[in-house]
């Protein structure tokens, strides 16, 4: 392989696209971030690109042998002219011609001139034909000029602000080396795209991973909670940090937004949303999740309340201490009846526990026992278990 196939931006290509499985094998160790691995891809990919119409395209083939046949064929019809018009031709001598120097072009017709000068072209190699052509188009006086009246007219009409491009001379080698060079590119250039594919399959699972996680989330999305917990198991009981960064309101907003639902126990519920969007930045286009505040009279049974939680239909908010415990204990019974029947439900369901008054150690351990199988969560909000 001749190392000139490739462009520093070509062997660049090369390394980023190699790096990205190797941020695939290191990302759950160092928590690398996940659109990590589809920057380096699509990077590999620009210099790929660049590196195959900028270097690669400008691959030609090294006729050696070729051109030194053309010199010898032209120089042998040549020879064949002068010898057939070296009787006719006037032998015209100077003080510089050599013993050999008996034919001139001054006493050739037209016709044998244009053949020799034929001759002479065609021992040019062919990217060197162009450049002169194009040298002598350039030089040529179009018909304009001669309508406006000449080069003085039309010479205030010129500017130097649009020069002339050059081409960039090819890059020659072998038959073999430029094969090499472009299966070698094509290869290069498949490569970043498969590396693009795992770039978007590596953020599409770090996403997915990050999803049930408090502080590692971001942009949530209703997504299905099956796709989020076969990553990241929703954890049964989370006890929500002192130093929170999010409002109360602000953590019923996210958990809706990434497409869970939840009942919250709180001392006072008047300052919470009665709806909430599904899409953080698409409120318009997306129909909200409504939020019933139940209150002590309130007709809601609990037969209601559990159903509307179990599939999604709708959230709950409760500032009543006696009908929180009542709900607590009826939402308990509801969970056992399924852990009979072994059902989940299809969305994630926190029960938010926002009151003064601490949960028992034991409590919390039945709860979990028949929480987790069914996809239901405590979400402590206040106070340690005693």
């Not at 980023?16 to 691995?37: D, E, F, Q």
């Not at 270097?55 to 030609?60: A, G, K, L, T």
């Not at 003085?152 to 080396?177: C, H, Q, W, Y």
């Not at 009942?263 to 949303?273: N, V």
Request: with cysteine; charged share 30%; net charge negative.
């Amino acid at each position: 392989m001749n190392l000139n196939s490739f462009s520093i931006l070509g062997y660049l290509s090369v390394l980023l696209w190699l790096a990205v499985p190797v941020v695939w094998l290191l990302a759950r160790r160092y928590r690398l971030p996940g659109w990590l691995a589809l920057a380096l891809a699509s990077a590999a990919f620009v210099f790929a690109k660049f590196n195959s119409s900028s270097h690669v395209d400008r691959i030609e083939v090294k006729k050696v042998e070729q051109d030194v046949n053309q010199l010898e064929v032209a120089a042998a019809k040549r020879k064949a002219v002068e010898e057939a018009r070296g009787g006719e031709v006037a032998d015209i001598r100077f003080a510089e011609d050599g013993n050999d120097d008996f034919i001139d072009k001054a006493g050739m017709e037209d016709a044998d001139k244009k053949y020799l000068d034929s001759i002479e072209k065609a021992a040019d190699p062919e990217w060197k034909g162009k450049k002169k052509k194009r040298g002598e188009t350039e030089k040529e006086s179009g018909d304009l000029e001669d309508e406006l009246g000449g080069e003085e007219v039309i010479s205030g009409v010129k500017s130097d602000a649009l020069p002339v491009k050059e081409e960039r001379e090819p890059i020659f080698m072998s038959e073999t080396e430029m094969g090499i060079a472009q299966r070698i590119d094509s290869l290069n250039l498949d490569a970043c795209r498969i590396a693009i594919l795992l770039g978007i399959l590596i953020l599409m699972i770090d996403y997915l991973t990050r999803m049930n996680s408090y502080d590692r989330s971001y942009f949530p999305l209703p997504l299905p909670a099956s796709w989020r917990n076969a990553f990241t198991p929703v954890p049964t009981t989370f006890h929500r940090p002192v130093s929170a960064h999010r409002s109360l309101r602000e953590e019923l907003a996210q958990l809706v937004r990434r497409g869970d639902i939840f009942i919250c126990f709180t001392k006072d519920a008047s300052g919470l949303p009665t709806d909430l969007p599904r899409l953080a930045k698409m409120g318009r286009f997306s129909k909200p999740l409504e939020v019933l505040h139940i209150k002590d009279n309130d007709r809601i049974s609990d037969q209601f309340v559990f159903e509307s939680l179990w599939y999604g239909r709708s959230c709950f908010t409760v500032d009543s201490i006696d009908r929180i415990h009542q709900l607590f204990g009826s939402i308990f019974l509801q969970l056992q009846q399924r852990r009979v029947a072994r059902a989940r439900s299809n969305f994630n369901v926190h029960i938010i526990w926002n009151i003064d008054q601490a949960l028992h150690q034991d409590d919390i351990a039945d709860f979990e026992a028949l929480a987790r199988p069914a996809g239901f969560s405590l979400f402590i909000c206040n106070d340690n278990p005693i």
